[in-house]
């Protein structure tokens, strides 16, 4: 299928395994060069090799965590640095919570605010200047089915992700 792709930039969080490695692998059978992020530095090495050598692309693996400042500043500047910015930004990384409102802690709370929300928020404040530049973008958001159905064992994970679609107005 040609669907345009072809030496566009994607940046996907949580890029090394699951669904975001199986879009990492779509996108670049397309064409598209990845920015690919997670916390697991070898496992991470090992996915972008392999779409390297299965599609021939540019694969720039950066081991960072997406849910501080300090790791959305260097994927950020990792897609600035080894593509002049990016045309996609995939927000993927995230996790299940599994607890009750009465159960989960404040820290827990920001904790998982600051995965799903907060790197979405920085990343399309530091990514988005860039698309215009390049002509255009777009910002896709893998949020769960909790986000319109919640389950009553994760509000934490419910909350967060029925957030993410708000981040797309820029």
């Keep these: 299928m040609e669907l345009g792709l072809r030496d566009k930039v994607a940046v996907i969080t949580g890029g090394s395994s699951g669904i975001g490695l199986a879009v990492a692998q779509g996108l670049a ?15 991470l090495e090992e996915a972008a090799r392999g779409i390297r050598e299965a599609h021939g692309v540019r694969v720039v693996p950066v081991p960072c965590d997406v849910a501080t400042a300090d790791g959305t500043a260097t994927l950020i500047e990792a897609a600035e640095e080894g593509f002049g910015g990016a045309d996609i930004l995939v ?4 996790a299940g919570s599994n607890e009750t409102i009465l159960e989960a802690p404040d820290e827990k ?7 799903h929300v907060m790197a979405a928020v920085r990343l399309a404040r530091g990514l988005v200047p860039g698309m215009r530049r390049r002509g255009g973008g777009v910002i896709l958001h893998n949020a769960s089915i909790c986000a319109v159905q919640p389950l009553w064992y994760e509000p934490i994970y419910n ?3 029925t957030t993410l679609p708000l981040v797309s107005f820029f």
């Design 159 to 161: 909350v967060t992700n």
């Design 109 to 115: 709370w920001q904790a998982y605010w600051d995965l």
């Design 91 to 94: 927000n993927n990384a995230g």
């Design 29 to 43: 059978a397309e064409g598209a060069h990845l920015v690919l992020a997670a916390r697991v530095g070898d496992r």
